[in-house]
């Protein structure tokens, strides 16, 4: 299932990488999503949104399940107004004072991909999701 996953988030990154660089025949339909995507170089895709009451959480390595400190999370919402934070040194975030409504989330740090995703902001949710987001190192060489 992991690896289908994993498998899944790569074809999705390799298209949103192609259609960045304007090899997709269709024009984006949202400039916001372009405009954030614009570094998106190469990384990893988190299909399935997170289902949350607060947009707070985790950063690690997989697998090792090290804290990564100073990882840059930008959030957009779907006016494309943006918010940004950074992990403190045990890899946590949180973001205060949203409104209900889908954020796209972007992930950066130097020597890992950068991942991306979608949270889903409910206050009342029917079941709230821990949000981890996982970052590999970049492969060396």
């Known amino acids: 299932m992991q690896l289908m ?3 899944i988030s790569l074809a999705l990154g390799t ?4 259609a960045g660089l304007g090899i997709s025949q269709e024009k984006p339909k949202l400039d916001i999503c372009k405009e954030f995507l614009k570094n998106f170089v ?3 895709v ?3 949104p997170f289902i949350v009451r607060e947009v707070k959480g985790v950063v690690l390595v997989p697998y090792c399940d090290d804290f990564l400190p100073n990882v840059s999370i930008e959030l957009r919402d779907s006016g494309g107004k943006l ?3 950074k992990t403190d040194s045990r890899g946590q975030f949180k973001f205060g004072n949203l409104r209900e409504g889908t954020y ?3 992930a950066t740090l130097d020597g890992f991909p950068t991942v991306v995703g979608t949270f889903v902001l409910q206050k009342h949710p029917k079941k709230s999701e821990a949000i981890r987001i ?3 190192p970049m492969p060396l060489g």
Do not use: Y
Request: hydrophobic letters at 55%.
């Open 5 to 7: 996953r994993a498998r």
């Open 15 to 18: 298209f949103l990488l192609l």
């Open 42 to 44: 190469a990384g990893v």
């Open 46 to 48: 988190i299909v399935q």
């Open 83 to 85: 918010t940004a934070t």
């Open 104 to 106: 796209t989330f972007k």
């Open 134 to 136: 996982e970052m590999p």
